[in-house]
């Protein structure tokens, strides 16, 4: 059993580091772009982002919390549902507690990010990073079950890549927008990956305590779509199409959301 377990913990860390290095790619790309403060690429990458976590919201997070809802016996709609409404609401509250916040230290919050926009893009990496949390836990899950068999394990191996692969954009979809806010690319580099460490951290943890945290699987992961739909909704697609002459931002949503779609879909 001891064997069995340490088994399972080195795939889940194995294949979770391989999601992490994927989103740290991905948010590499901002080395990439020499512009900043371009009104163009802002609202392309901003478009981008909200397209990237749209996708992320049904194919990952809310068609799997349903699926496993119905294999664990329960009405799909209702761990859904209220899972989603749960993340609105926290994000609701977590940007009213930093609006407060910065409307008591704004120099400071200024000096600090470099932009006036500081709670916006806080909430967007948060909502992606709470959205990679349930993905560490479906890796580290899968590894878990796969001790059953050859097929299983083969299974884990896809998700793994699967996951890791869609986390390319994302990692992107992080670190371009903050880089054309106005921050550094380095900085922006190491948000952008930073959003990626929970899978590992999770994916290894949920190892110890699958047996418990499978049947709460569904709640994350709607919990975590509720975030990511806030987000995308309040805060990304508005900014996008700011002084959007050409609808470049509602271009880069549907380039976004195609985009993970596919990888979603083919793996």
Known sequence: MVIIIKEALLFAFLGTLFTFIMTTL???????????NNTFLNNITMGFAAGVMLAATVWSLIIPATK?????????????????????????????AINRINKNSAEVLKNKFNSSHSSKFGLMILAITLHNIPEGMAVGLSFAIAQ??????????ALAIGIGIQN????????????????????A????????????IFGVA??????????????????????MLYVVVNELIPT??????????????????VLMMILDLAL
Do not use: C, D, H
């Open 206 to 227: 949920v190892v110890l305590i699958y047996p418990v945290i499978s049947y709460l699987m569904p709640w994350f992961l709607s919990f975590a779509a509720g975030a």
């Open 189 to 200: 580099f190491i948000r952008g990956s930073l959003s990626g460490i929970v899978e590992p």
């Open 148 to 157: 059953n068999g050859t097929a299983e394990l083969a299974a884990a191996i």
């Open 26 to 36: 991905g948010s590499a790309t901002v080395f990439f772009f020499k512009q900043k």
């Open 168 to 187: 390319f954009p994302e990692g992107m979809a992080v670190a371009l927008p903050l880089r054309e806010e106005g921050i550094s690319r380095k900085k």
């Open 68 to 96: 496993r809802s119905e294999e664990l016996k329960i009405a799909g709609f209702i761990p859904t549902s209220i899972g989603i409404l749960l993340g609105v609401l926290f994000l609701f509250i977590l940007e009213k």
């Open 240 to 257: 996008a199409n700011v002084n959007a002459k050409n609808k470049e931002g509602t271009f880069g949503v549907i380039a976004g959301f």
